[in-house]
């Protein structure tokens, strides 16, 4: 299995919901990736698990909360999101982090959010 | 501030032409230089560069990184209407511990048959 699978493909979603977007992979890979694409931007980081630990959180609003409950799941939890967080959202594995590795990212397809 | 500069922004050409896109970076700690090719959804991994001087080729697409002038080109000859895509370029750099990609805005390459 060489794929990072995303679920939902589409979500559309009122102010006041929660909603979670679920990420997976089986390449045994030990770092995982949210991802925030608007139309006609590259990929932002929005946050980067490492060994199942959250290493980096890139100023995101509480509002999106990620979990990583093992090594092969990345879930990001929503609630209270505004309009303008409408997005594509990718999540991305890699082997690892470590300043020693080169690792590509494999991507996966992506959850289009949509939120009224 | 970290950051990776792609040109052109967007780029139309015939089928059959010869195309080279640009990718200039200043970052800290630099690890690698990756491309990715993306359509409509997620980006594709296309080439990962971590010496310079060294050409990879895959097909008609081929890539070179010039650490010294900090820059990469992505060269696609015989270009075909499947090349269009957004084609973008992200460098992997590290502080501390982890490392993460900054990415460039794109080129959007639209071939024409």
């Known amino acids: 299995d060489t794929e990072v699978t995303q679920t939902p493909k589409h979500l559309v979603m009122g102010m006041t919901n929660k909603k979670s977007l679920k990420c997976e992979q089986h390449m045994g890979h030990r770092a995982m990736y949210w991802y925030k694409q608007k139309a006609k931007k590259p990929p932002e980081l929005m946050f980067v698990?490492?060994?199942?630990?959250?290493?980096i959180n890139e100023s995101v609003p509480s509002r999106f909360s990620p979990e990583c409950p093992n090594s092969s799941l990345l879930n990001l939890h929503l609630h209270a999101l505004q309009p303008e967080d409408s997005a594509l959202y990718l999540c991305?594995?890699?082997?690892?982090?470590?300043?020693?590795?080169?690792?590509?990212?494999?991507f996966g397809p992506g959850t289009r959010l949509t939120v009224l | 501030e970290d950051k990776v500069v792609q040109s052109p922004l967007s780029l139309v050409v015939h089928e059959g032409d010869t195309v080279t896109l640009n990718c200039s970076y200043e970052v800290t700690n630099f690890r690698s230089l990756l491309w990715y090719k993306q359509e409509k959804k997620a980006p594709t991994f296309l080439f990962m560069l971590t010496s310079s001087g060294i050409e990879k080729k895959s097909g008609r697409l081929s890539s070179i990184l010039d650490k010294k002038e900090l820059f990469s080109i992505l060269n696609i000859t015989a270009t075909q209407t499947g090349d269009s895509a957004v084609y973008l370029c992200a460098v992997a750099h590290s502080g501390g511990s982890n490392y993460k990609l900054t990415f460039g805005k794109g080129t959007l390459l639209t071939v024409n048959p």
């Open positions: 991305a594995s890699s082997l690892q982090t470590g300043a020693s590795s080169y690792n590509e990212q494999f």
């Open positions: 698990y490492s060994y199942e630990k959250l290493s």
